[in-house]
């Protein structure tokens, strides 16, 4: 344990070689593609070599962990020169992978607990991400703007911690260089963030991150991803959108832990005790994700930021409704085949009951609600109208697919991901059309 700790205390100390960056200008790279030639070539064996070594280094006699870290560094620090990334945002994504790992581990010197490690590593990756962003202003004419910095190194350490938990630790480089794109992403997207807002923000996000992980509603990286879409909603579009986010995500939890005992012995339970893992979040979630962030980038192109109100509605809507649907459907016997109304055994994909049909409804229902009255540009009841029937139509969808391709040929996270984009389409086609 305490080589491990001792190892990220060590690629820390690299990492920090990032705040020399503002200095060097272009040559921001060096220092780091120097640790790499001297980590590949030059450092065999030894009391240094024992420091930065991974368990798999000491089989090629080589530091393959920590040239592959510089080497991505390296990398991200051209990007500076060569495509004017800001170099704030280098420091920032060098330096949350680097202290976020350190973070992690040390939590694990007194906790073997994943959550409280992934927790680690936000909070350490957090306070360096931030830390180094006032490095560059210290030494920089880079004006201060404290709640943005706040949350682009919240935002870059989440998505690190996301990575690292579906990826390897020998996948570093790729971490590295993924979230510092997202990063620069994120960075132009962000309007002004005000101090009351972020606080608010991270507030209610780490809230769910801890009461989705609690009730074990989802796992480590399910639990890491609704944090940070959360987040980015909030952030991009505002807490309306964020409560018709949570409709979904608060709702559609509680309804698969509803007599999960029940499901189980039915056969129609989700697994893993009803934790919903990263797949399942996106597969439901990422079509309203692209709404919102193309609702702030709507600025950039001659696009109506309503459409992407709606298509962001109707996407929720057809998540919650097929996320009821399915869940209190299951509950009942003698469920139908949608296409050809053929009894089918539960559990059947593309099999409905006139109960779930039902709960269906009033999830589309209470999306529409939401939106109709939190969001500004579905104000209306033909606003909340439009919404439900996108809801209905997604839901509809779901369930057609389940019955010819589901299966053999996509899986369920491919299924949800259509629905919610032809509950988005529907929503948005149907809002142009009727109210122009």
């Known amino acids: 344990m305490q080589s491990t700790l001792r190892r990220a205390g060590a690629f820390a100390a690299v990492g920090t070689l990032a705040l020399a960056a503002p200095v060097l200008d272009v040559a921001a790279f060096a220092p780091f593609a120097a640790v790499a030639l001297v980590a590949a ?8 070599f024992e420091v930065f070594a991974r368990p798999g280094d000491h089989q090629d006699g080589r530091l393959n962990g920590l040239a592959g870290f510089a080497l991505a560094a390296a990398a991200l620090a051209i990007l500076v020169a060569a495509v004017d990334m800001p170099v704030s945002l280098f420091v920032t994504t060098v330096l949350v992978l680097s202290y976020g790992n350190l973070g992690k581990q040390l939590v694990a ?3 073997d607990d994943p959550f409280l490690g992934t927790a680690g590593f936000v909070l350490g990756g957090s306070l360096g991400g931030l830390a180094g962003q006032l490095g560059v202003v210290a030494v920089t004419e880079l004006a201060p703007a404290y709640p943005l910095f706040v949350f682009l190194a919240s935002a870059a350490a989440l998505v690190a911690a996301l990575f690292r938990e579906v990826l390897f630790e020998r996948d570093d480089p790729l971490v590295m260089l993924s979230t510092g794109l997202l990063l620069w992403l994120f960075d132009a997207l962000s309007g002004p963030v005000g101090a009351v807002e972020i606080g608010a923000a991270l507030a209610l996000t780490v809230a769910l991150g801890y009461v ?12 890491l991803s609704g944090v940070l879409l959360s987040l980015l909603v909030i952030i991009f579009g505002g807490f309306g959108w964020f409560a018709v986010l949570m409709s979904f995500f608060a709702i559609g939890a509680l309804s698969t832990k509803f007599k999960y005992d029940d499901k189980l012995n039915r056969g129609v339970a989700e697994e893993n005790e009803g934790a919903r893992g990263t797949s399942n979040v996106l597969g439901n979630a990422a079509v309203a994700v692209v709404s919102v962030v193309g609702f702030a980038a709507s600025g950039w192109f001659s696009v109506d930021a309503v459409v992407f109100q709606y298509a962001f509605a109707g996407s929720m809507a057809a998540a919650l409704s097929d996320t009821l649907s399915s ?29 779930g049909e039902l709960a269906g409804l009033v999830g589309a229902g209470i999306v529409a609600v939401i939106a109709m009255l939190l969001l500004s540009d579905v104000t209306t009841p033909l606003g ?30 491919a299924v949800n991901f259509t629905a919610t984009l032809v509950g988005a389409v529907v929503s948005t086609g149907v809002a142009l059309f009727v109210l122009g």
């Open 41 to 48: 070539f030059l450092v065999t064996e030894g009391p240094l």
């Open 212 to 223: 989705s992980y609690a009730l074990k509603t989802a796992s480590v990286a399910g639990m």
């Open 109 to 111: 010197t007194v906790s």
């Open 384 to 413: 909340g109208v439009v919404v439900f029937f996108g809801g209905l139509a997604g839901m509809t969808a779901d369930s057609l697919l389940g019955a010819t391709i589901e299966g053999d040929r996509i899986g369920n996270e």
């Open 327 to 355: 869940e209190i459907g299951g509950l009942y016997d003698n469920p139908r085949l949608i296409t050809t109304f053929r009894r089918v055994e539960p559990g059947t994909d593309g099999g409905v009951t006139w109960q």
